[in-house]
Structures are given as structure tokens and as C-alpha cells.
């Protein structure tokens, strides 16, 4: 079971990317998907979660507004992200988590699987 992560890159600030996190080996139609960063010198942190359904969204403070979660067929996951800025640049990383109930997942610790990650670097 792997969980690719792509679409980062340098962008300045005020611009946008698209994330994608892709499945492989395993479908992921009953995990929640989650999308996290890790800053140099920080810990990591939970940016926005998608349940099973799609219906249920969880975005950190610091991107409502500016970040969509997505998800597709039972393998694919998105986080676009506008308007961009400075302090954005992470790696980022998908991330799935079983789940029995149509809820979202906020802890680093309910998560299973993790992609390797996709670097992102916003200019200003």
C-alpha cells in the first residue's frame, strides 16, 4: 500500500498549486484523507481532511478560504491551494486513515498510510 504525492513546486506568492495524492495497491473509498506540512524546525500539522463520502471537510484555520480538499475515485485525493503565501512553504503530505463512520480525522496518529511527500515553496 502507497500513497504518491506530486504537484509541488515554487510559485510566488499570491499563486496557486494543485496537490494530488494518489493510491496504489489498496482503495481507500472507507479512509478519510488527509493532507499535513511540516515546516523546517516545526512539527507537523494537519491542513485540511476529506471523510469517506467527500461530505465532511476539515480545514486548518490558517487555510480556510484559500485551500480545497477533494477527492475523487476511491484512489485519488487533491488539495488546491490559492492565494498562497510565505509561511505556506512545507513539505506536504497525504495521508489516509481507516474509518468506520463518515466522520474526519484531526490527529497525526489516526492516519495509517503516508505519502512521501512534495516540497512547496512560495516566494514573496
Known amino acids: 500500500v502507497q500513497l504518491q504525492a506530486s504537484g509541488g513546486g515554487l510559485v510566488q506568492a499570491g499563486g496557486s498549486l494543485r496537490l494530488s495524492c494518489v493510491a496504489s495497491?489498496?482503495?481507500?473509498?472507507?479512509?478519510?484523507m488527509g493532507w499535513f506540512r511540516q515546516a523546517p524546525g516545526k512539527e507537523r500539522e494537519l491542513v485540511a481532511a476529506?471523510?469517506?463520502?467527500?461530505?465532511?471537510l476539515y480545514y486548518a484555520d490558517f487555510v480556510k478560504g484559500r485551500f480545497i480538499i477533494s477527492r475523487g475515485d476511491a484512489k485519488t485525493a487533491w488539495l488546491t491551494m490559492n492565494g498562497l503565501k510565505p509561511e505556506d512553504t512545507a513539505v506536504y503530505y497525504c495521508a489516509a486513515g481507516d474509518s468506520r463512520w463518515d466522520g474526519v480525522k484531526i490527529g497525526r496518529g489516526d492516519y495509517d498510510y503516508w505519502g512521501q511527500g512534495t516540497q512547496v515553496t512560495v516566494s514573496s
Open positions: 476529506v471523510s469517506r463520502s467527500g461530505r465532511r
Open positions: 495497491g489498496h482503495s481507500f473509498d472507507t479512509y478519510v
